[in-house]
């Protein structure tokens, strides 16, 4: 059935002007129709109309880095537990509900055991359950005893690397995802140190090519984001720029390396959301927000993406990590970039979704008020539809006080990491 999605402004892509009073004509799962209520209150031809009111209507939002089946109630996930296949399943499940209440209507899921996030992307593409769009990297490619070894992607040496990738490939992963530095959650993996050598980087990137997977890479630190940058992997998450000594230098070479291959950055912004002094300095607030200046002065190309499921960060709370980037000076039309059109040229989907056009995909959400004016508004979404298939919306709850959670799990992390407690 066709529906006319009438809102008191339309924002068509970040870029283009308001359509004050606008409407958006969907019918099955793609948009036919963009423009004002003026002028197609009497053509849209809808069999129905949804009206917003006071609410800014435009593209879903991405979620370019997130853990469906992990926990983010605490330090307890099924990456560290025994839990069967039937309960991972409904826990992700639920997740994926999550991200349609934050009005997420495409994200990619980079990191899961076994086929699990497969089935549940097959899953919401049939409507079974809902969810958004999901592009799956499965079980992340990381070396022996390094970061989240026990999903299973454990490889070495140049054949090692090319055999893992094809397996990738012929369990129906969208995208690889390596892991080319350590890790809070795995122990003794070292977050500041690079794990796979050049060759292998190299060879990651090569033949993934073969199956045209892009590539990605967990990196929090500079080596590892240095020789992600030369092996030209197509994007980098988290960023955190730790040199060997620990600490948080920001490295304008190689972030130069990033602008000229046009390699973007995932900053995973949530974690800054959740206590001031998240894992260690470097996760602090003020540390992500000092990175994300220097490389926005860069001119680093950035996506937005959460790490939901990890370390108490929330599938529904999204939006808190749009106000790290506004504190870090993006433009209230740059967040709204780098959360739709621009995460969705990263994955591949540019002529599918991510800005509100005839002929694509009915991916929609909307806002109270202006979230333009009030990036506060992203917590309080009014419509989301997904796939052309409206979203049933739960109240985002507030964040609340998690001191006393955070603190306990933090140091289990940073114990587990080698770090002072």
């Known amino acids: 059935m066709s529906t006319a999605i009438r809102a008191a402004r339309v924002l068509p892509n970040s870029r283009a002007e308001f ?15 963009v ?11 809808a069999a129905a109309v949804k009206e917003l009111g006071d609410a800014t209507l435009m593209p879903g939002l991405f979620d370019c880095h997130m853990h469906l089946q992990q926990d983010p109630s605490g330090i307890a996930t099924s990456v560290h537990t025994d839990l069967s296949d039937e309960d991972i399943l409904a826990l992700m499940a639920k997740h994926a509900s999550k991200l349609l209440d934050a009005g997420v209507t495409t994200a990619r899921d980079l990191g899961a055991k076994r086929m699990n996030a497969i089935v549940t992307r097959e899953k919401i593409a049939k409507g079974e359950i809902p969810g958004p769009r999901v592009q799956c990297a499965n079980a992340p490619l990381t070396v022996p005893g390094g970061h989240c070894a026990a999903m299973g992607g454990v490889c070495e040496g140049v054949e ?61 630190g500079t080596q590892g984001i240095d020789r992600a940058a030369d092996a030209n992997f197509d994007s980098i998450e988290h960023c955190a720029w730790i040199n060997p000594d620990g600490k948080a230098v920001f490295d304008p070479v190689v972030a130069q390396k990033l602008v000229d291959k046009n390699i973007a950055v995932c900053p995973t912004m949530n974690t800054a959301c959740i206590s001031q002094c998240y894992f260690c300095p470097w996760d602090s607030r003020d540390a992500i927000v000092d990175n994300l200046r220097k490389m926005r002065a860069a001119g680093v190309r950035l996506v937005a993406g959460t790490d939901a499921g990890i370390g108490l960060c929330r599938f529904e709370r999204y939006a808190d990590g749009l106000t790290v980037l506004a504190d870090a000076g993006y433009t209230p039309r740059e967040i709204v970039a780098a959360a739709t059109e621009d995460a969705a040229e990263l994955c591949g989907l540019g002529k599918e979704t991510g800005r509100l056009e005839p002929g694509l995909a009915a991916d929609l959400a909307a806002f109270a008020g202006n979230p333009l004016e ?21 109240p985002i709850e507030p964040l609340g006080n998690i001191k006393e959670q955070a603190d306990l799990t933090f140091k289990l992390l940073r114990q587990g990491a080698g770090l002072p407690v």
Not at 35 to 45: E, I, N, P, R, T
Not at 184 to 191: E, I, K, L
Not at 374 to 393: C, S, T, W
Request: net charge neutral; no cysteine; aromatic share 6%.
């Open 374 to 394: 009030d990036i506060a508004n992203y917590l309080q979404p009014r419509f989301v539809m997904a796939l052309g298939r409206e979203h049933k919306l739960t």
């Open 35 to 45: 423009g004002a209520w003026a002028d197609l209150k009497d053509s849209h031809g």
């Open 160 to 220: 090692g690397v090319r055999a893992e990738v094809r397996k990738r490939a012929s369990e129906g992963a969208n995208l690889i995802k390596v892991m080319s530095t350590g890790g809070f959650m795995t122990a003794g993996s070292h977050p500041s140190q690079a794990r796979f050598t050049p060759e292998e980087m190299s060879a990651i990137k090569d033949e993934a090519l073969k199956f045209g997977l892009p590539v990605t890479t967990h990196a929090t």
């Open 19 to 33: 359509i004050q009073d606008g409407v958006v004509v969907v019918d099955s799962d793609r948009i036919t129709k």
